[in-house]
């Protein structure tokens, strides 16, 4: 899981940015270990139909929609002929539908446009990027479908695949993200994804600026992952309490106003 990728990110994503040449000599890497990157949507169908997967697939994901995955990702991909799935946020993108909110420079639609051209597969990741477990009913299955029907308007057809902001999901929020139409999402987890998970909560492992290649070699391999995310852990599940705690205060408060 990737966000974005930039010589000089802005503070609010610079912890989970990559620079340009980190990411060359980690696609540099996949490419000498004999990974084989496929889309989401590939990962999904196989996995849902039983037809086979390459030696050894991994996927590489890219949250958000910032600029930096055309400039610097892409010629980087293209010369490995590797694929990749981006996740939309569709509110943050320069461009009409444009909403505020984005943290860096994001991509426009013109450049979605190439990226998908180029074989990249655009996924959603809602309109507006809030935490969608927190959202009522009206507008979580608004920051689904809106995003979906976004992209399907903009690329002439609609996305397949989906990643949760923050990686945050419930039982509702991916039984709305079903409804609206996706056939998989991923979360984060910081494991490695596996059919026992089902198609709407995949795992991803995320890769930050901190990243060094030794420790991704071992995020690929699936090595050490508890330690490297040892922390992330604690902080996932103590927060998620936090969210389920806050969630039924707000589900009692509406239901005391009814």
Not at 250 to 256: C, E, F, I, P, S
Request: hydrophobic share 40%; aromatic share 8%.
């Amino acid at each position: 899981m990737y966000h974005a990728v930039a010589h000089r990110p802005a503070d609010a994503t610079h912890a989970l940015s990559v620079s340009p040449e980190a990411f060359a000599a980690q696609m540099e890497l996949l490419a000498a270990r004999g990974f084989t990157p496929v889309t989401t949507a590939a990962l999904g169908h196989a996995w849902r139909t039983g037809g086979a997967l390459p030696r050894r697939p991994v996927l590489v994901t890219f949250d958000d929609g910032y600029e930096g995955v055309h400039r610097h990702a892409l010629p980087v991909l293209a010369a490995y002929g590797f694929a990749a799935t981006v996740f939309l946020t569709t509110g943050w993108l320069r461009g009409p539908d444009h909403a505020g909110g984005a943290l860096d420079t994001m991509l426009d639609w013109g450049q979605v446009r190439e990226l998908a051209a180029a074989g990249t597969e655009i996924g959603g990741h809602s309109h507006t990027h809030p935490q969608l477990d927190q959202l009522g009913p009206q507008r979580l299955r608004f920051e689904a479908v809106h995003c979906r029907e976004l992209i399907g308007d903009r690329l002439g057809g609609p996305p397949v695949s989906f990643a949760y902001p923050y990686g945050y999901s419930s039982r509702r929020v991916r039984r709305t993200v079903r409804e609206a139409g996706f056939a998989q999402s991923l979360a984060v987890g910081n494991a490695l994804a596996r059919p026992r998970q089902g198609p709407y909560a995949l795992e991803r492992v995320t890769v930050r600026r901190s990243t060094g290649i030794e420790e991704f070699g071992h995020l690929v391999e699936g090595r050490s992952l508890g330690r490297i995310f040892a922390g992330d852990r604690v902080l996932t599940k103590g927060y998620a309490v936090v969210r389920r705690t806050r969630a039924a205060a707000r589900r009692a408060l509406v239901t005391g106003r009814g």
